[in-house]
């Protein structure tokens, strides 16, 4: 075989600097539905205020969040129209309905779908995730999601709940994805009214701390929590020497 002596572009070097670009912190001027799911409202506050100081990721993360966004948007889309859903809204806006109260929290966020079975009249918000096939073999009920030890999880139902609430709909689902065999799984969700609540107080306690300049109160270390928080360096600066 013949040797090439010609000089050869780097593709993978090219690829690595190129994301590396996207990784980049952008003003939060609102709450994300997922952070209110997270257990920690002092971390919610930090993401709106402490948004230029936010521990940043590294190229292999943000290509296995670039890699999910691909599983979860174009994947889960392929097998909806497949299975002859209609897919009726893609990534639009939450707070169209309910005469404003999401956008009066300043809460925001993006449904994936809103799809509906050909023939039919009934539309169901749809959130999709991806995720490895451990979890997606754990993973069957909303209270596994709620009560996971991996915070990020915790904040999927925050989602689809607020996401309920705000397009009125009672009924939901979301979409696991197997990213080892592409798998979907379904998980139905009923909005509940009572934990949605708590997302809305929520949303207003954050809303008077960003005002204020404030901060709420520490929750006691849990390392799961507060040890994989990209704000740990700031909100722990001073607790240790406390």
Request: with cysteine; glycine share 6%.
């Amino acid at each position: 075989m013949t040797a090439i002596s010609e000089a050869l572009p780097d593709i993978v070097g090219d690829i690595h600097k190129a994301i590396a670009k996207d990784i980049t912190s952008y003003p939060v001027r609102s709450n994300w539905c997922s952070k209110l799911g997270h257990p920690c409202e002092r971390h919610a506050v930090h993401n709106r205020v402490d948004w230029d100081k936010k521990e940043k990721h590294s190229i292999t993360t943000e290509m296995i969040f670039q890699g999910g966004k691909v599983l979860e948007k174009h994947v889960a889309r392929v097998y909806l129209q497949k299975a002859g859903y209609d897919i009726v809204e893609e990534d639009r806006a939450i707070d169209t309905e309910r005469s404003g109260t999401l956008r009066k929290l300043q809460i925001s966020g993006k449904l994936d779908f809103v799809i509906r079975k050909e023939g039919t009249k009934k539309e169901y918000p749809v959130e999709v995730k991806s995720m490895n096939q451990w979890d997606w073999e754990k993973i069957n009920c909303v209270e596994d999601m709620t009560l996971s030890q991996k915070v990020w999880q915790r904040g999927y139902p925050a989602q689809l709940m607020l996401y309920l609430f705000g397009k009125d709909t009672e009924t939901g689902l979301f979409l696991l994805i197997n990213k080892a065999t592409y798998e979907p799984k379904v998980i139905w969700t009923q909005l509940d009214y009572q934990y949605t609540e708590t997302l809305l107080q929520k949303a207003g306690r954050v809303n008077k701390h960003v005002e204020a300049n404030t901060y709420p109160e520490r929750i006691e270390y849990d390392d799961k929590i507060c040890g994989r928080c990209e704000f740990a360096h700031v909100c722990l600066e001073n607790y240790f020497r406390a």
